[in-house]
């Protein structure tokens, strides 16, 4: 069965950087779009960035734009948000998606304050 595990959450400071990883297994993750959303206490979760399967293309929510870069790697079926510049605002939970399942890992709470 599909399966998405996150790892790379934590505490950081305003400003700082964080590298978050997903790990796919359970379908062929080189022929499948992937997605990280957030979800921050009392708020709706919201998408945060999306990439093609080939990678050749990705899209990202106006408000992590030029901040935060979505990669993937298929040789290891890991798709990766790279975030910089964290902000106060970005503390969340944050989740991998794989669109075409409707699967969800089980998160990884990031968490931006000095």
């Known amino acids: 069965q599909v399966q998405l595990v996150e790892s790379g959450g934590g505490l950081v400071q305003p400003g700082g950087s964080l590298s978050l990883s997903c790990a796919a297994s359970g379908f062929t993750f080189s022929m499948h779009t992937m997605s990280w959303y957030r979800q921050a206490p009392g708020k709706e979760r919201e998408l945060v960035a999306t990439i093609i399967s080939s990678g050749g293309r990705s899209n990202s929510a106006d408000s992590v734009k030029g901040r935060f870069t979505i990669s993937r790697d298929n040789a290891k079926n890991t798709v990766t948000l790279q975030m910089n510049s964290l902000k106060p605002e970005d503390t969340a939970v944050y989740y991998c998606?794989?669109?075409?399942?409707?699967?969800w890992g089980q998160g990884t709470q990031v968490t931006v304050s000095s």
């Open positions: 998606h794989a669109p075409r399942f409707n699967s």
